[in-house]
C-alpha cells in the first residue's frame, strides 16, 4: 500500500509544478486592458427649448426645439474617475411664439426698448411665428465615469459650461394669402445677445444621457428688448 501511495504521489508531482507555474505567470501578467478607451469625443444633443424666465407680455407656445454638436478633447485625472474636457461645436435653438410677431424698432425713431412683441395684426394670423438663434460653442465639463475600463458602460455624469458667440438670428413667419402660403423672414442680429453663457448638466448610461442647461445671459441685449432666459433639456448620444 506505501509503495503505490508513493507511485501515486511522484506520478502528480509534474501536474503540482506546472500548475505552480501557471499560478506564478498569472501573478506577473499584465493587467487587462481598456477595451474602448472611449474619451465622449462626440456629443449630439436633441433638445426642447423654451424661454423659462420671461414678461407676461411675451406668449410662446409650449414647444419648441433645438441641436446641438460638438467635439470634445478629454483630459483623464490622474487615475481616477474623473475627467476634464472642453471642446467645439454649434447649437441651434428655435421657438414657436402664440399669435405674436416680433418688432424691431430702431431707437433714433422710439425710446426704449428696440424689439418688441406684439399680438398678430387684424388683417393676418400667422400659422407659425418661430425666432431661430445660432451659436458657435465651446462645451466645459468635469465629467465622472463609473466603468473606467470601458466608458462606452455603466454610470456617466458632467457639470460644466457652455460659452457661445452668435452667429446668426431670425424670425420667420408663415401665413396664408388667398391659399397660397407666404413666408415672411428677418434676419438680424442686432439686438442679440452676442454672448451666451449656460449652466450645463448631464447624467446616464452608458452612451445615451439626459441634459439640461439653464442660460446664465439674456436672449437679447441690455436695453434693446425684454429680459428673456432661455433654458433646454433632452437627450445626449455620446461616444468615439
Same mark, same amino acid.
Given at each position: 500500500?506505501?509503495?503505490?501511495?508513493?507511485?501515486? *504521489?511522484?506520478?502528480?508531482? $509534474?501536474?503540482?509544478?506546472?500548475?505552480?507555474?501557471?499560478?506564478?505567470?498569472?501573478?506577473?501578467?499584465?493587467?487587462?486592458? @481598456?477595451?474602448? $478607451?472611449?474619451?465622449?469625443?462626440?456629443?449630439?444633443?436633441?433638445? &426642447?427649448?423654451?424661454?423659462?424666465?420671461k414678461p407676461d407680455s411675451v406668449?410662446?407656445?409650449?414647444?419648441?426645439?433645438?441641436?446641438?454638436? /460638438?467635439?470634445? &478633447?478629454?483630459?483623464?485625472?490622474?487615475?481616477?474617475?474623473?475627467?476634464?474636457?472642453?471642446?467645439?461645436?454649434?447649437?441651434?435653438?428655435?421657438? &414657436?411664439?402664440?399669435?405674436?410677431?416680433?418688432?424691431? &424698432?430702431?431707437?433714433?425713431?422710439?425710446?426704449?426698448?428696440?424689439?418688441?412683441?406684439?399680438?398678430?395684426?387684424?388683417?393676418?394670423? %400667422?400659422?407659425? /411665428?418661430?425666432?431661430?438663434?445660432?451659436?458657435?460653442?465651446?462645451?466645459?465639463?468635469?465629467? /465622472?465615469?463609473?466603468?473606467?475600463?470601458n466608458r462606452n458602460k455603466g454610470?456617466?455624469?458632467? @457639470?460644466?459650461?457652455?460659452?457661445?458667440?452668435?452667429?446668426?438670428?431670425?424670425?420667420? *413667419?408663415?401665413?396664408?394669402?388667398?391659399?397660397?402660403?407666404?413666408?415672411?423672414?428677418?434676419?438680424?442680429?442686432?439686438?442679440?445677445?452676442?454672448?451666451?453663457?449656460?449652466?450645463?448638466?448631464?447624467?446616464?448610461?452608458?452612451?445615451?444621457?439626459? %441634459?439640461?442647461?439653464?442660460?446664465?445671459?439674456?436672449?437679447?441685449?441690455?436695453?434693446?428688448?425684454?429680459?428673456?432666459?432661455?433654458?433646454?433639456?433632452? @437627450?445626449?448620444?455620446?461616444?468615439?
Open positions: 500500500m506505501r509503495k503505490i501511495l508513493a507511485l501515486v *504521489a511522484i506520478l502528480m508531482m $509534474p501536474i503540482s509544478l506546472l500548475h505552480a507555474q501557471d499560478e506564478k505567470m498569472n501573478s506577473n501578467a499584465v493587467p487587462k486592458a @481598456i477595451e474602448k $478607451p472611449s474619451r465622449d469625443f462626440l456629443m449630439l444633443q436633441v433638445t &426642447y427649448n423654451n424661454w423659462l424666465k406668449k410662446t407656445k409650449p414647444f419648441g426645439f433645438g441641436f446641438n454638436g /460638438y467635439l470634445c &478633447y478629454d483630459f483623464p485625472i490622474k487615475k481616477t474617475h474623473l475627467s476634464f474636457a472642453a471642446g467645439l461645436g454649434a447649437s441651434v435653438s428655435v421657438v &414657436y411664439l402664440n399669435l405674436q410677431q416680433i418688432a424691431n &424698432y430702431d431707437t433714433g425713431v422710439v425710446r426704449g426698448s428696440q424689439v418688441r412683441f406684439i399680438p398678430d395684426p387684424d388683417s393676418v394670423t %400667422f400659422k407659425r /411665428y418661430k425666432f431661430v438663434t445660432t451659436y458657435l460653442t465651446a462645451p466645459f465639463e468635469l465629467r /465622472y465615469f463609473g466603468n473606467m475600463q454610470f456617466k455624469a458632467a @457639470i460644466g459650461l457652455q460659452v457661445g458667440t452668435l452667429l446668426g438670428a431670425h424670425s420667420k *413667419a408663415l401665413t396664408s394669402v388667398s391659399g397660397t402660403n407666404i413666408k415672411y423672414k428677418v434676419d438680424t442680429k442686432r439686438y442679440v445677445s452676442p454672448w451666451d453663457f449656460a449652466a450645463t448638466a448631464r447624467i446616464g448610461w452608458g452612451n445615451f444621457s439626459i %441634459f439640461a442647461s439653464y442660460n446664465l445671459t439674456n436672449v437679447f441685449k441690455e436695453n434693446a428688448g425684454p429680459p428673456i432666459t432661455p433654458a433646454s433639456a433632452g @437627450i445626449c448620444l455620446t461616444g468615439l
